[in-house]
């Protein structure tokens, strides 16, 4: 054998050899997966929460997609909430308690649950939850969280909505620091608060927050939100034809959302626009007389509350998203916008800020400044420009699902229940 013929079979021999030790390894880390996730305990999960579907907004339809998620994964689930009119068809929990329901005022078509102290914590012993997970902080996450800390259970708590700014758009300023103190207080004496971003988080810490805090972030459904649903029809009923740039605004009408910006925006473009453009507004609530006082023309467009196959067909009819809202802990309507295929004009915070590229995606005014926000609205490219950021809008979300979220929520769960095990 030359000295060569020796040298190659011993780098045969070695290669061999690290070959098989790497599989080795390999099959070791699966297998210690695969046992890890055989082991891993189901949870018992008891979650209160004062919103549910088919009520529609980013809370309820987030926790619609985390319940599905955590029951998918097989943990259990308690659902205390309060009674409704009509039933949520696309989940069913392991076991329910319903309270009684009060309408919020202002918000007529939502509801807030009365502690009914009794009911909510024979509703928790006989579940026997490993954990509780209050999504709202009403009476009802109150009378939970009092039933939780007598039975010495561990307790997550959710972050969002800035209930602590509603005040100032509803004349209610001597209420800020008795809310402040309030929210401070709850989520103090919870184990962990799940927050949906990271603006979020450093809100809450700047606030006074000091419990553990975890992002748990969210996803978008990209099969139900897809350019798919484009309608011509709905187009036409619109009165936009092939030129004409339609801008979507999706949201709530209540004033902490600030519609109106939309809508000043839109006014002033029009007065020197190149081409012929729409303003479709979808939702209701509060301020809808007064915004549509402020519209005299028939280009603004309010569609009213849509849901299902029909808010799929607004979005992807639409050539751009516009929001104007700068109290969002996430913004779910903005992914909702991308997925569909529309860039989208939003501050730069929250969702917009996490999930759209400022000129391929969308434009990012700053946070607090609205003249930026007018002149992105008033300088839209043509209808041909803005269907080419929305194929890459749609491209860079199309992946985004809701199986992290899921986990993020999971793993906090887990680390909850684990820290008091260790602490009792």
């Given amino acids: 054998m030359t000295t060569i013929d020796a040298a190659l079979l011993k780098q045969s021999i070695n290669f061999e050899k690290n070959h098989f030790q790497f599989k080795k390894k390999e099959h070791i880390s699966i297998t210690h997966s695969l046992l890890e996730d055989l082991v891993r305990p189901r949870l018992r999960i008891a979650i209160v929460t004062e919103t549910w579907p088919p009520e529609i907004n980013g809370v309820a339809l987030s926790l619609l997609q985390l319940c599905k998620g955590l029951q998918k994964q097989g943990h259990k689930i308690l659902l205390i909430r309060p009674e409704q009119k009509k039933s949520c068809e696309d989940f069913q929990p392991n076991k329910e308690c319903l309270v009684k329901a009060q309408s919020i005022p202002k918000y007529p078509h939502l509801q807030f649950g009365w502690p009914q102290l009794n009911k909510v914590s024979q509703a928790i012993e006989s579940f026997a939850p490993n954990v509780v997970h209050i999504v709202t902080e009403g009476p009802l996450g109150f009378s939970a969280l009092r039933v939780a800390k007598a039975k010495k259970l561990p307790i997550s708590s959710g972050f969002h909505s800035s209930f602590q700014d509603f005040s100032r758009f509803f004349d209610l300023a001597f209420l800020l620091k008795p809310i402040q103190h309030y929210l401070r207080w709850f989520h103090n004496n919870t184990n962990v608060t799940c927050v949906p971003s990271l603006d979020t988080e450093k809100a809450l810490r700047e606030f006074g927050v000091k419990c553990p805090l975890v992002v748990v972030g969210r996803g978008v459904d990209t099969i139900r939100f897809s350019p798919e649903f484009r309608s011509e029809v709905l187009r036409a009923k619109w009165g936009a034809d092939n030129k004409t ?115 391929s995606m969308g434009w990012l005014p700053t946070l607090g400044k609205s003249v930026d926000f007018f002149k992105y609205v008033q300088d839209l490219p043509s209808r041909k420009e803005l269907e080419e950021m929305g194929k890459c809008a749609r491209n860079n979300v199309k992946n985004i699902g809701w199986n992290h979220p899921v986990q993020q929520f999971e793993q906090a769960l887990y680390a909850v229940v684990k820290e008091t095990q260790m602490t009792s």
């Fill in 245 to 359: 740039r339609v801008l979507l605004c999706v949201g709530r009408l209540s004033p902490e959302k600030e519609t109106e910006v939309a809508i000043h925006a839109f006014q002033s473009m029009k007065k020197t626009e190149k081409y012929p453009s729409k303003l479709v507004i979808v939702g209701d609530g509060p301020d809808r007389l007064r915004l549509e006082s402020l519209c005299n023309c028939n280009d603004v467009i309010f569609m009213g509350s849509l849901s299902g196959r029909r808010l799929s067909e607004a979005y992807a009819s639409a050539d751009v998203f516009v929001f104007p809202s700068q109290m969002e802990t996430f913004g779910n309507v903005v992914l909702e916008a991308l997925a569909s295929g529309l860039p989208v004009v939003a501050y730069d915070y929250a969702c917009a800020h996490l999930h759209v590229t400022h000129g």
